[in-house]
């Protein structure tokens, strides 16, 4: 057997048949265009965090074992300097020691807001972990608990920003205006770096001090620029997204200006303390390997993306993003229209995994959410949204949300899976797949 017929044989192990598998590569041919362009985006971004690294000297003392107060911690403040140089930022915060996407947001944010000021966010409702932070939903803690205030102006029907909304909504108090670059799980379109820093322009141009911060969660390397080339003074995201290559065990990044980072940093660990302190206890190797990774390991979710939205728009299911449209972030939206539909495409995404592969996802009644959910993720770090990943609420109009895939080849199995699930369940016909 020559290579492509082994290909099909394991395939065939694997449980994928003869039509889900043609009528994929099929479409995989078609759209060799797209990872042309894909592939393209992540040789530049390859590059780019190459010469941060070479530009910083990265050097094998980097990746040793700091711990207690991290005063000298070298491998640290060089992984710093690396990501400001790859966001083109004066620095950057990029620790262990943030939690979570959510984590690096809310010090970003209450770093740099004080009693008094007003914040608005001018890309609609933020993701829904934000909603406490800034106290939309009452919580201990929240930032309108110290005072802070809210504004918020939504996207016009079309997903662009309302210009003159924003021009009204500034006033003498406003602080911060917060972009959130992803759609995240809304249905609104994501914006694109061009689109945001048109708006960090607008903004500036009504009064120079406001400070902007973008949600930068799921978009890094998805373009060859942040929206901190164009004017944004912080972006923020999460280690266990695109950055972090799927490497990093856990961990947070906030770049931007030398101001904001320091009062970011305050609030991470104490006033006059800062980012002095901080020990990154062993993970640096992971941190340098995984951003060193992310280009190609983005590259390899975003094609998975664009696959699905063919496969399925293809099939006669609505895709959002659909199967033409420029990307700009990785998460894909699939309207299956049933509640079985959404089950079995993320039994197939959990069967496809290198782990947990054996056990079968169900919906339950997660708290915080006002509908069972149901998540298909066999990730080698727990929750990691780079690693492929399905999730959807069981609520119309049934759409599964799919995202990551540390490999590309990994992503086309889980598709290929997820299909073959509807495949066996009836809900696709084999007669369609063609
Ligand atoms: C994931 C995400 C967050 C929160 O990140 P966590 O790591 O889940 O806390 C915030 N905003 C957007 C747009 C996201 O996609």
Redesign the pocket.
């Known amino acids: 057997m020559n290579i492509k017929e082994k290909t099909d044989s394991i395939y065939k192990d694997l449980n994928i048949s003869n039509e889900v598998l043609s009528f994929c590569n099929g479409i995989i041919n078609d759209i060799q265009p797209r990872f042309t362009h894909i592939d393209n985006i992540a040789e530049y971004n390859q590059m780019k965090v190459i010469k941060a690294m070479q530009k910083n000297k990265v050097s094998e003392m980097h990746f040793e074992q700091a711990c207690g107060y991290g005063y000298t911690d070298v491998g640290r403040d060089t992984l710093e300097a690396v990501y400001a140089d790859v966001f083109h930022t004066e620095d950057a915060l990029v620790r262990p020691q943030i939690t979570?996407?959510?984590?690096a947001?809310t010090i970003a944010l209450s770093g740099n807001l004080r009693p008094g000021d007003e914040m608005i966010y001018i890309s609609g409702k933020p993701?829904d972990?934000?909603e406490e932070v800034i106290g939309i939903r009452p919580s201990a803690g929240s930032l309108a608990e110290y005072g802070v205030a809210y504004g918020q102006v939504n996207l016009k029907e079309d997903g662009s920003f309302d210009y003159e909304g924003i021009k009204k909504a500034i006033s003498d108090k406003t602080k911060l205006v917060a972009i959130?670059r992803?759609k995240?799980y809304a249905t609104r379109p994501t914006l694109s770096v061009a689109q945001i820093g048109e708006a960090v322009r607008f903004v500036k141009s009504i009064r120079n001090g406001i400070i902007v911060m973008v949600?930068n969660?799921?978009g890094e390397f998805v373009d060859i620029i942040e929206p901190s080339d164009l004017g944004a003074d912080m972006v923020a995201g999460?280690l266990?997204?695109n950055p972090g290559g799927g490497l990093a065990p856990i961990g947070g990044y906030i770049a931007g200006t030398k101001k904001c980072v320091e009062n970011a940093a305050y609030r991470l660990t104490t006033p006059g303390l800062g980012k002095e302190v901080g020990a990154s206890l062993g993970v640096n190797k992971s941190f340098f390997q995984g951003l060193f990774l992310a280009p190609t390991v983005t590259a390899g979710a975003l094609k998975g993306a664009v696959f699905a939205a063919n496969v399925y728009e293809r099939l006669g299911f609505k895709v959002v993003p659909d199967s033409k449209e420029e990307r700009h972030d990785i998460i894909q939206a699939v309207e299956l229209g049933t509640p079985l539909g959404v089950i079995e495409f993320c039994k197939g995404i959990q069967a496809a995994a290198p782990v947990d592969s054996h056990v079968e996802p169900e919906p339950w009644a997660m708290p915080g959410y006002d509908s069972d959910v149901i998540m298909a993720a066999g990730a080698f770090v727990s929750g990691a949204?780079i690693e492929l990943s399905a999730d959807a609420p069981i609520r119309p109009p049934y759409a599964v949300y799919f995202q990551g895939g540390l490999t590309w080849y990994h992503a086309k199995l889980g598709i290929m899976k997820s299909l073959q699930k509807l495949v066996d369940a009836g809900i696709v016909k084999t007669g369609n797949l063609c």
């Open positions: 979570c996407g959510t984590h947001l993701y972990t934000l959130q992803s995240g949600d969660c799921y999460s266990i997204k949204s």
